[in-house]
């Protein structure tokens, strides 16, 4: 099935993100900003460039280690790339590994909760983190025009997501890992072209019978060495309609509306609403903000994939299980060797 027609309009950002630190630098010096690498996706990119900092996910090829557990990325590789500072959340020790490198590590405390309060801190802890690092003052007049630029890399990313499931047989998961790492670890600059023509192109792209028939499910996991674990899922016939993953989909869920008066105050309140990782949001929170929506998407089947999982990851697998349950959504618990057999047999018994 997972042919993945049009792999081939992925090649390019694959190669982009393998020279993601020419592709940093370059940037850098052609645009005069700070570079922020970020452990994973927990901070409002736009208000940063407001700041002259663009915030960016360190490559996943990086990686040598699960984030919350000790150091998570390849010391000697990190210290080649041009990144300016380093941020983590709060209590999560993933860029330990960068411990004697020059460029400094900030933590940054996520607030709790969502809404006006969580906002108000949100926004003090991101100036106490500007200023920590050394950038410039905030510019106002250039938010709105980095919220434009960060939400239509968004919207493009969704839109792929949305047709891809209509089309599975175009792209695999292991090609959308790459898309959705490329337009997080590189600006949006560098992204936005490459992913309008893959979007351009599936929509006119042909389709077999797609994803009729099969059983829409949400995929939990932490940063997935190989996401062909996915593509082998669907061809026992469950369609990956959304995820949980480090590193996936949910950082392209916020679109905010940028001719709203105060565009800052729509941005920071609309990212207070997002379940984030659960090492910076609570079990209760995450469930929520994402789990008690999904029912009414449709899904009523949630793929946990223990093997890979940070503690804080496998921790909350048991806690949503039981809820899910009471919700009358199927929680079923796989590792990457036993996923498909494990499908197979829960469609089986449906």
């Known amino acids: 099935m997972h042919e993945s027609k049009l792999s081939y309009l992925v090649d390019p950002m694959r190669e982009m993100l393998f020279q993601a630190q020419d592709v940093l630098r370059s940037y850098k010096e052609r645009s005069g900003v700070m570079l922020a690498g970020l452990s994973c996706d927990f901070l409002p990119a736009e208000v940063l460039a407001s700041f002259g900092v663009v915030p960016v996910r360190i490559p996943a090829h990086l ?60 926004h003090e802890e991101i100036v106490g983190l500007m200023t920590k690092a050394g950038a410039p003052g905030m510019d106002p007049s250039s938010l709105r025009g980095h919220a434009d630029e960060y ?109 709203a008066e105060d565009l800052l105050l729509e941005i920071l309140d609309a990212f207070t609403y997002r379940p984030l990782c659960p090492r910076v949001r609570s079990g209760r929170e995450r469930f929520d903000l994402l789990y008690k929506l999904l029912k009414s998407h449709g899904i009523d089947l949630v793929i946990f994939i223990a093997e890979g999982s940070c503690g804080c990851r496998a921790e909350g697998i048991e806690f949503l299980r039981v809820r899910l349950m009471r919700e009358g959504v199927d929680p079923l618990v796989v590792t990457g060797e036993d996923a498909p057999e494990t499908v197979r047999r829960y469609l089986k018994s449906r």
């Open 151 to 259: 939400n239509a890399m968004r919207r493009l990313v969704r839109g792929i997501l949305s047709v891809r499931a209509a089309k599975p047989e175009l792209l695999s998961h292991e090609d959308l890992s790459v898309l959705i790492e490329a337009a997080s670890a590189l600006p949006p600059v560098s992204v936005i072209e490459p992913l309008a023509l893959v979007l351009r192109e599936l929509n006119s792209g042909g389709s077999g019978p797609g994803g009729s028939g099969m059983v829409p499910a949400m995929v939990y996991g932490g940063f997935l060495g190989d996401a062909g674990v996915l593509d082998l899922i669907e061809e026992e016939g469950v369609l990956i309609a959304e995820d949980d993953l480090c590193g996936g989909r949910r950082h392209f869920d916020l679109s905010i509306n940028t001719s």
């Open 63 to 122: 990686r040598i280690g699960r984030c919350g557990d000790g150091p998570a990325f390849d010391r000697d590789l990190l210290a080649r790339f041009p990144y300016d500072f380093y941020v983590e959340p709060a209590g999560c020790r993933a860029l330990s590994s960068t411990v004697g490198i020059a460029a400094p590590v900030h933590e940054f405390r996520v607030p709790a909760g969502y809404g006006e309060t969580a906002r108000v801190l949100l």
